[in-house]
């Protein structure tokens, strides 16, 4: 290829977002990255409901060592504790602390009827997923990629560099990443 034929290859390139393999891998990670942010976006808004009844707990109890020695559990407490940490609650009007044991129990109760009800719709959104889309991308792109990129590198010798089939997604992939929460 000459320097003009080069020249006005490298355009089209430009012009296209690049070789077809490239413009392929690109469009993997944008539906994986599509589908992760889906997920996240429904689990921060189910998560909401969970951060008020934890925050409450929290502030009801004072201080992390008044609520450990309410709970007479120290795994409880331990999970409790860390799931505080992960999820930062925020109160408006956080509500004075007390030291009455009915009501610390029934703020307890709440944040577990909570975290069930949120792994419950969590686990069934996650197991509705439809994935049929991304998996026909990560299908094409293991049909396609190697072939492409040959063609655009033209050695064969370089194709399979880097290159790792794509397993199809499975809800459980997702849930991996954003697991339910721990039951106390």
């Known amino acids: 290829m000459g320097e003009p034929d080069h020249q006005i290859f490298g355009?089209?390139?430009?012009?296209?977002?690049?070789?077809?393999?490239?413009?392929?891998?690109?469009?993997?990670?944008?539906?994986?990255?599509?589908?992760?942010?889906?997920?996240?976006?429904?689990?921060?808004?189910?998560?909401?409901f969970v951060r008020l009844t934890l925050g409450t707990l929290f502030a009801l109890?004072?201080?992390?060592?008044?609520?450990?020695?309410?709970?007479?559990?120290?795994?409880?407490?331990?999970?409790?504790?860390?799931?505080?940490?992960?999820?930062?609650p925020r109160l408006r009007l956080p509500?004075?602390?007390?030291?009455?044991?009915?009501?610390l129990r029934r703020a307890v109760a709440d944040v577990q009827d909570a975290i069930e009800r949120f792994n419950?719709?969590?686990?069934?959104?996650?197991?509705?997923?439809?994935?049929?889309?991304?998996?026909q991308i990560r299908d094409r792109y293991?049909?396609?990629?190697?072939?492409?990129?040959?063609?655009?590198?033209?050695?064969?010798?370089l194709v399979r560099h880097g290159f790792q089939e794509l397993k199809p997604l499975r809800p459980e992939d997702f849930l991996s990443m954003m697991p339910l929460l721990p039951v106390s």
């Open 11 to 48: 355009q089209i390139l430009s012009q296209h977002g690049g070789p077809a393999f490239v413009r392929r891998g690109r469009d993997v990670q944008r539906a994986f990255d599509g589908q992760l942010e889906a997920c996240r976006q429904k689990r921060e808004e189910w998560l909401e």
């Open 61 to 88: 109890a004072g201080s992390d060592a008044a609520l450990e020695k309410f709970l007479d559990n120290p795994r409880q407490f331990q999970r409790l504790t860390t799931l505080y940490h992960d999820l930062q």
């Open 95 to 103: 509500p004075n602390p007390t030291s009455n044991g009915r009501v």
């Open 120 to 135: 419950q719709r969590w686990r069934d959104y996650m197991g509705k997923l439809d994935l049929q889309s991304i998996n």
């Open 142 to 157: 293991n049909r396609f990629y190697l072939l492409e990129k040959e063609c655009a590198l033209g050695s064969s010798r």
